[in-house]
């Protein structure tokens, strides 16, 4: 079963079109890579999807439901589908621990300790249980962007979108992200990734979604996708980032 479908969706920023009918499905358990060259819709596609930005035609079906029906609740849909950015996003005056048990307290109503016991053990998923009363200032930008992936689980999302998660990092700590992305993809989450790390499309992608000028361009399986891209904006685009 479909737990994301779009459908024909479209956006302006005011007079400029940047989605330009996009379609697709996402199973359960399905990781996605979307990938493309700059500009051309791939963080606004994805902040569709819970909600970040609006868009004036077509449409999003979560879970069977249309994200913009008046009986969906913003806040439980977007714990539902975590986001991960670029740029982690963390509040710089709480510590990692209060980073990861905000939400969950505030939205879910969850009590404080079964809060920090959850976020505890999430923190120790993604590595680093050893920081949780640190500031995130004190932290490196891996593992910022752990406490950011650990953040969005806490709120035992559905589905998890990625928007570059490792494109701010040191290249030393872009591989200790991605390991946390690819165990959960193992686990079966359910993911959409912006990134450009093929590496990372080749092990556990089940789809690369190759766009450019607002539109999905071309998509495939990563070995078909990196082995035979048919559009030439796919091979020219593959040929700069490879
Ligand atoms: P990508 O993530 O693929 O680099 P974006 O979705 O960020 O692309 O942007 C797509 C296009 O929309 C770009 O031309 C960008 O300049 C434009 N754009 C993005 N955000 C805004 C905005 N808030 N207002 C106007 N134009 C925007
Ligand atoms: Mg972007």
């Given amino acids: 079963m479909s737990m994301i479908e779009i459908k024909n969706l ?29 500009g051309s819709g791939k963080s606004t596609f994805i902040r569709c999807i819970n909600r970040l930005e609006d868009y004036q035609k077509g449409s999003i079906i979560f879970d069977g439901k249309d994200i913009l029906d008046k009986s969906v609740n913003i806040n439980e849909l977007r714990a539902e589908i975590g986001i991960v950015f670029q740029q982690f996003n963390l509040y ?33 998923r993604v590595g680093i249980h050893d920081q949780a009363h640190k500031y995130p200032a004190e932290l490196s930008g891996g593992q910022q962007q752990r406490v950011a992936i650990a953040r969005a689980l806490a709120m035992k999302p559905k589905v998890m979108l990625f928007d570059e998660p ?16 690819k165990d959960l993809a193992r686990e079966g ?20 979604v190759f766009m450019d000028g607002g539109e999905v361009i071309e998509q495939a399986p990563p070995e078909e996708f990196f082995k035979n891209p048919q559009h030439d904006r796919a091979k020219l685009f593959l040929k700069e980032i490879l």
């Fill in 10 to 38: 479209h956006k302006w920023y005011g007079d400029f079109h940047v989605l330009k009918g996009i379609n697709d499905h996402v199973d359960t358990g399905e990781v996605l890579v979307i990938c493309g060259p700059s």
């Fill in 92 to 124: 710089p005056h709480l510590t990692v621990l209060k980073n990861v048990t905000l939400a969950p307290q505030k939205v879910r109503n969850t009590p404080r300790e079964e809060a920090e016991e959850t976020a505890l053990k999430l923190l120790d």
């Fill in 166 to 181: 490792t494109s701010a990092l040191d290249p030393e700590m872009i591989n200790e992200v991605l390991n946390v992305m």
């Fill in 189 to 208: 989450m359910t993911m959409l990734c912006v990134t450009h790390e093929m590496g990372f499309a080749r092990e556990v992608a089940d789809r690369v």
